[in-house]
């Protein structure tokens, strides 16, 4: 049975920074692309970056560039959500999400969402 299930979100200062993980189970982790998405209140979900070992690392959204990085630990079946330089529009549920090899906005398998909230 596939798993996923991200982890780490809470309340953040605007400025600040958060760490999401995202631990992977029930699949060969290196032969799935791992993606991070969110969706705000009132709002769409959208992806923000994904990586995986045949594309690399996908970004799905401008907005995070320069602020928000994607990793992966092969030895925990982790990826992980760097946040950095949150600001009030980073609000939103954030879910991670898998996809058999290649990255994709509407994976196979989705995790429960984790609550960010950024205060101002």
């Known amino acids: 049975e596939v798993q996923l299930q991200a982890s780490g979100g809470g309340l953040v200062q605007a400025g600040g920074f958060r760490r999401l993980s995202c631990p992977a189970s029930?699949?060969?982790?290196?032969?799935?692309?791992i993606a991070w998405y969110r969706q705000a209140p009132g709002k769409e979900r959208e992806g923000i970056l994904c990586?995986?070992?045949?594309?690399?690392?996908?970004y799905y959204s401008d907005s995070v560039k320069g602020r928000f990085a994607i990793s992966s630990d092969s030895s925990k079946n982790t990826v992980y959500l760097q946040m950095n330089s949150l600001t009030g529009e980073d609000t939103a549920v954030y879910y991670c999400?898998?996809?058999?090899?290649?990255?994709?906005?509407?994976?196979?398998?989705w995790g429960h969402g984790t609550q960010v909230t950024v205060s101002s």
């Open positions: 990586i995986s070992s045949r594309e690399g690392i996908t």
């Open positions: 999400g898998a996809e058999h090899y290649y990255c994709s906005r509407d994976p196979r398998y």
């Open positions: 029930g699949f060969i982790f290196d032969d799935y692309s």
